[in-house]
């Protein structure tokens, strides 16, 4: 008769408990010096707008002061409330450029996944490069023409230049393709819809949340942007708030106390930002999920 012997089973160690959770000490050490390095700046500029002008060199780097409402006021009553001008200016490029150009992204992003016509691939090929080309390259250009124009040092030499992102266009073409499915497309034409129609019943909705995304990229990009109004605007009544604080920096040298200010206006155009991203987060965590499980 033969004896069957059961078959050991060794205990698991702990390298293969935390295989198996997917936690590694290696990594998340890493990821907590990625976050340190991420937020240090910000505790900085928080820390510091909290100190008057005699305290910001003299006193401990991390050590807080009480004089944040003192500054906010100060920066408010700076030639009559320039900083909220700035603001408002920021807000008006980026939002009406970020909207715009995930518009014509969509479109364009559309057509490129959805229709088949001459010249295709190389209009793809032609974008890609584009998303190449650092924006400094054609800031100079871009500058020419709209003089040529008549259009410098005014609001639409900021917003033009704004509204063709060849990365919205990559972004939204990758996602129609995934989102939107060609049998729904055919169903639509059968049923005797338009392609305008087609593409603003039923591919926008569908594309939603990769559109989401394109308009957060495009808002900071253009809220971050310093090169382009710089070149382009010549009245600080027209500045954003990455020119006009530049501006006051450099007005610092001669006038020490306005560093305080300097450094207030930045924590101050922080805070739409933040909060953007957590009015919107649900759409761009929906958009990465479906990204995570999709073929």
């Known amino acids: 008769m033969t004896t069957i012997t059961p078959e050991r089973t060794e205990p698991a160690t702990q390298t293969d408990v935390r295989r198996a959770s997917g936690h590694s000490p290696m990594?998340?050490?890493?990821?907590?010096?990625?976050?340190?390095?991420?937020?240090?700046?910000?505790?900085?500029?928080?820390?510091?707008?909290?100190k008057s002008g005699a305290e910001l060199f003299s006193t401990f780097t991390f050590s807080p002061s009480t004089h944040l409402f003192g500054n906010i006021a100060d920066l408010t009553a700076y030639r009559g409330g320039l900083f909220?001008?700035?603001?408002?200016?920021?807000?008006?490029?980026?939002?009406?450029?970020?909207?715009?150009s995930t518009a014509v992204s969509a479109a364009a992003g559309y057509g490129l996944a959805k229709y088949s016509f001459v010249g295709k691939q190389a209009t793809f090929n032609v974008l890609l490069a584009g998303v190449l080309v650092p924006g400094v390259v054609l800031a100079i250009p871009q500058y020419l023409l709209l003089a040529k124009l008549g259009l410098t040092n005014t609001y639409w030499a900021v917003l033009l230049p704004s509204i063709i992102s060849p990365y919205?266009?990559?972004?939204?073409?990758?996602?129609?393709?995934?989102?939107?499915?060609?049998?729904?497309?055919?169903?639509?034409?059968?049923?005797?819809?338009?392609?305008?129609?087609?593409?603003?019943?039923?591919?926008?909705?569908?594309?939603?949340?990769?559109?989401?995304?394109?308009?957060?990229?495009?808002?900071v990009a253009i809220w971050n942007n310093f090169l382009l109004p710089y070149i382009m605007l010549g009245?600080?009544?027209?500045?954003?708030?990455?020119?006009?604080l530049s501006g006051l920096l450099n007005q610092g040298a001669s006038q020490p106390s306005l560093y305080t200010s300097v450094v207030t206006g930045s924590?101050?155009?922080?805070?739409?930002?933040?909060?953007?991203?957590?009015?919107?987060?649900?759409?761009?965590?929906?958009?990465?999920?479906?990204?995570?499980?999709?073929?």
Not at 28 to 50: N, R
Not at 235 to 244: K, N, Q, Y
Request: with cysteine; charged share 10%; hydrophobic share 60%.
């Open 235 to 244: 009245d600080d009544h027209l500045f954003p708030l990455t020119v006009g």
């Open 84 to 100: 909220w001008r700035w603001m408002a200016n920021t807000a008006l490029y980026a939002g009406i450029g970020g909207l715009l």
């Open 168 to 219: 919205g266009i990559y972004l939204a073409r990758i996602y129609a393709a995934a989102a939107v499915p060609d049998d729904l497309v055919e169903a639509a034409r059968t049923d005797g819809a338009g392609d305008f129609l087609i593409f603003r019943s039923i591919a926008t909705p569908l594309m939603a949340p990769g559109l989401v995304t394109v308009f957060l990229f495009q808002f």
């Open 267 to 295: 924590l101050l155009s922080i805070i739409p930002l933040l909060a953007l991203f957590l009015t919107l987060q649900r759409y761009w965590r929906v958009d990465l999920a479906a990204g995570a499980v999709k073929s």
């Open 27 to 50: 990594a998340t050490a890493l990821l907590l010096i990625g976050a340190v390095y991420c937020l240090l700046p910000v505790a900085w500029v928080l820390i510091a707008s909290s």
